[in-house]
């Protein structure tokens, strides 16, 4: 079995300043790792995934994750929030060896950033 | 490259009804769908998995005959919702895997909105 866990609900920032949204990950053996953003009645959109190799991974619209296989964690980060980000992320995991290529989502952290 | 459109938008039906919600793949093939269910505020719930040419994959507690799914080709699968309740009322999620791409990626479709009366 594989599950997500994101331990905020919300997370509020002021804009300028560093976001960090968390999840940590439950599966068997290796995981793939993603990180999506939704807006209000829109479908998601990719930020970033990893899978292998470095642990800190660069996406889209300058977040970037750091992997951490010992805490099991796959936080996301952005150095400085814009007012724009203010969306529901999500983050995601499946099994390396799983042939069903289904997702398990967390459920989700809505991020306000305030001017 | 990877756009996944659904159609409709959002709909709005009378209780009774059926529903249909098409998910295409725009500029790939996508020899495998998923369709997802999201309630306000919530996270995805994944309601099955569909494979082009074959039955598709319903998740536990969700009612095949209620449904129906249809992925009769490399670029389209449909969701048909049957006799909708208000209960059925959500917004709709699909995704795709690209044939040729990285299997784990899936793209996911803006979603439609289903609003039962």
């Known amino acids: 079995a594989q599950s997500v866990a994101q331990p905020e609900d919300q997370v509020n920032v002021a804009e300028g300043n560093p976001l960090t949204v968390k999840c940590t990950y439950s599966v068997s053996g290796n995981p793939y790792l993603f990180w999506y953003v939704q807006y209000p009645n829109r479908g998601l959109q990719f930020l970033l995934k990893y899978i292998t190799g470095d642990n800190l991974v660069k996406g889209s619209y300058g977040f970037e994750a750091e992997f951490n296989k010992s805490q099991t964690s796959f936080h996301l980060k952005k150095p400085s929030a814009l007012v724009s980000d203010s969306a529901l992320y999500f983050c995601a995991v499946r099994a390396l060896r799983s042939n069903d290529y289904k997702l398990s989502f967390g459920a989700g952290t809505t991020v306000t950033v305030r001017a | 490259g990877a756009v996944v459109s659904q159609h409709p938008s959002w709909v709005i039906c009378k209780s009774g009804t059926s529903v249909k919600i098409e998910c295409r793949s725009l500029d790939f093939q996508a020899t495998t769908m998923f369709w997802y269910r999201q309630f306000p505020k919530q996270s995805l719930m994944l309601m099955a998995t569909?494979?082009?040419?074959?039955?598709?994959?319903?998740e536990q507690g969700v009612e095949k005959d209620k449904f129906l799914i249809n992925h009769a080709s490399l670029t389209l699968s449909t969701l048909t919702v049957t006799s909708a309740h208000p209960e059925d009322s959500s917004f709709y999620i699909c995704?795709?895997?690209?044939?040729?791409?990285?299997?784990?990626?899936?793209?996911f479709g803006p979603g439609t909105r289903l609003t039962v009366l």
């Open positions: 569909s494979n082009e040419g074959s039955k598709a994959t319903y």
């Open positions: 995704s795709a895997r690209d044939r040729q791409g990285d299997y784990n990626e899936q793209f």
